[in-house]
């Protein structure tokens, strides 16, 4: 079966990740994020996508390649502008069959995709939407059911006065390729606010699923999306690698420190003496980690130094970031690409640091 992946977003929630590295290809534990959603897609038999990428798709392409290497077919369409959710699925319309899947790319989850084919079959629905519950439904698309199954309102962002129930629109849908027809060609159109609404009795239908699933779109939640694949919480490739003991320590990385699981270090990081590591911590590539250093809860990309005797808790280093000794990072800050930090500092409390910044010893305090 074949399906088509929305990438075309900007993804600037999650900068500075997104800053140099296009979010579908921003690294989550120990691959591409989107990596992780093509490896669902093929556990459910889908070997034939369709990336449907905005402005981005030459670095998504070069990540990517062909998919040969993961055993599927991928092909890349880029818009000559963005044209919304229901514009880039048109635009993809040569490439598409009859039934395929539509996908968000920004989601992580297990949820169970086959069911929700089974489903659509049984119903003989036009569009099938996976379903998953949220505490907070006001930043989704909120759906309303039937007992057979039909929705009967979808409201997208909905106001609080219009919440009561938290079954959301789980970014997965089934369609029959004559929901094409409803849209527009060569202008920007939302599935979400133009497509559901205007399906509503005549085919459109909700799978609910009580699966993990997670909007990978902010730094709080791309922690929380790390933390729930290292802990097993949601089923990936990576819970392979980590085995029994939710370790997975690169051969060819040196400890001489300590690391505490579930954790994952990779290839040619250092973790020196006295230094501790974990738990709930990503060492990326060629990471070093100097002596007396504590690492808990958080993710440091490539090649990212950290000097001795620094503080990282829920945070994300980017890559080939260089920071000074006794400094702190913590409580959900973000070091984009290539920063420096120098010694003495202390970043905290959400703070986000981008691209190009050089901060001396001692320069920042909170
Ligand atoms: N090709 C292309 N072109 N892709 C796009 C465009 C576009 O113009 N606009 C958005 N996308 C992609 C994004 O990259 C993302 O993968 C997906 O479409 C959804 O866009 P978001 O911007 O992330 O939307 P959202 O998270 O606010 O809301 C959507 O997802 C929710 C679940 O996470 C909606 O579909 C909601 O109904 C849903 O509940
Ligand atoms: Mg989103």
């Known amino acids: ?12 929630r999650l900068r500075p990740l997104t800053s140099t590295v296009p979010k579908p290809v921003v690294p989550l534990v120990d691959r591409p994020f989107i990596v992780h959603l093509l490896d669902w897609l093929r556990g459910h038999g889908i070997d ?14 070069n990540v990517l390649g062909d998919g040969s290497h993961m055993g599927l077919n991928l092909r890349f369409v880029e818009e000559p502008e963005p044209r ?4 880039a699925l048109k635009f993809a319309e040569p490439f598409l069959d009859e039934r395929f899947l539509m996908l968000n790319g920004d989601v992580l989850t297990d949820l169970d995709l086959s069911a ?17 519950p949220v505490s907070d439904p006001s930043g989704y698309g909120l759906v309303r059911l039937h007992e057979d199954h039909t929705v009967s309102e979808f409201v997208e962002k909905p106001p609080a006065d219009e919440i009561d ?22 202008r920007n159109v939302s599935i979400e606010r133009e497509v559901w609404p205007a399906l509503i009795g005549a085919g459109l239908y909700g799978f609910a699923s009580e699966a993990y699933w997670l909007d990978i779109g902010t730094p709080e939640r791309y922690l929380q999306g790390t933390f729930d694949i290292l802990e097993g919480n949601v089923r990936t490739e990576v819970r392979e690698r980590l085995g029994d003991g939710y370790l997975c320590v690169d051969a060819a990385a040196r400890i001489d420190g300590r690391v505490i699981p579930p954790a994952v270090v990779e290839r040619g990081a250092h973790v020196a003496t006295g230094a501790h590591v974990g738990s709930l911590v990503v060492l990326a590539d060629g990471v070093s980690v100097g002596e007396g250093t504590i690492v808990e809860r958080s993710v440091v990309l490539q090649g990212a130094e950290i000097g001795a005797n620094c503080l990282l808790r829920d945070c994300i280093v980017g890559a080939g970031v260089r920071i000074g000794d006794r400094t702190h990072v913590t409580g959900g800050a973000v070091l984009g690409e290539g920063v420096t ?4 500092n202390v970043v905290a ?18």
């Open 1 to 12: 079966m074949q399906a088509v992946i929305l990438v075309g977003g900007e993804g600037t």
């Open 48 to 61: 034939d996508v369709v990336m449907s990428c905005g402005f981005l798709a030459t670095s998504v392409r």
């Open 84 to 87: 919304g959710t229901a514009g």
């Open 116 to 132: 929700q084919i089974a489903q659509h079959e049984r119903t003989g629905a036009r569009a099938t939407l996976a379903l998953v």
């Open 165 to 186: 129930t938290n079954l959301i629109s789980a970014g997965a849908y089934v369609l029959e390729r004559s929901v094409l027809e409803l849209i527009e060609p060569d």
């Open 341 to 344: 930090i120098g010694a003495d």
């Open 349 to 366: 409390r959400g703070a986000r640091v981008f691209p190009g910044v050089d901060l001396p010893d001692g320069a920042l305090r909170f």
